[in-house]
């Protein structure tokens, strides 16, 4: 997978992914939601690739569906239980739990959470770039004409090779530390790598 073109990644990415059903219909449906900038992230992406790599059932070890989306015209508390209200009533029959976020506000809670300040990110595309592992920067979404749109700024090659690599730009060690144990006892294969010194 590593030695493929890109555009060869790509399209292996979407074949692997669209084995698992449920995030193929997660997919569809957040389109048609029409939430501004969103994409479906994490560890429903990533996890799918390893389960296919791995003979796993498809769904095998994933707890739930990121969805995020920016706005940053309404911060409110308000305006994103309004959006998670109704992501649940489209999503009601699927088996599976979807968490749908605003970007534009993890700002106010993150510190509280994690313990570190994070500062206001600017669109989707920056909060996947803090997420705690490079391997983990991953998101996809549906345009309009139906293509997909791929953002992956560490590239799949990890992914594919099932490499968990540190992302130290905002999450602490000890979050990093603590999901590449869970996801290992899952995926026992996985090769994580050390945070740096």
């Not at 700002?107 to 989707?124: I, M, N, R, T």
């Not at 060690?173 to 899952?186: C, F, G, I, M, S």
Request: proline share 7%.
């Amino acid at each position: 997978m590593a030695r493929l073109p890109l555009d060869a990644q790509l399209g292996a990415l979407q074949t692997v992914l669209s084995r698992n059903t449920t995030l193929l219909r997660i997919l569809e449906r957040t389109a048609a939601l029409d939430l501004p900038q969103w994409y479906l992230t994490a560890g429903c992406l990533f996890q799918t690739v390893w389960n296919v790599v791995t003979g796993r059932p498809p769904t095998h070890g994933i707890k739930d569906y990121d969805v995020f989306y920016f706005d940053d015209t309404d911060l409110s508390w308000e305006a994103e239980d309004a959006a998670i209200r109704t992501g649940r009533a489209a999503f009601a029959d699927l088996p599976a739990d979807v968490e749908i976020r605003n970007e534009a506000r993890v700002h106010l809670w993150y510190e509280q959470k994690f313990g570190v300040a994070c500062p206001p990110h600017d669109s989707v595309e920056s909060a996947i770039d803090s997420f705690a592992s490079t391997t983990c920067c991953l998101g996809v979404r549906l345009e309009a004409d139906g293509r997909w749109r791929v953002y992956a700024p560490h590239g799949l090659a990890d992914v594919f090779n099932l490499v968990i690599r540190p992302n130290p730009v905002l999450a602490p060690r000890a979050v990093y530390e603590t999901k590449a144990e869970r996801w290992r006892q899952e995926w026992p294969e996985l090769r994580v790598l050390e945070w740096p010194g």
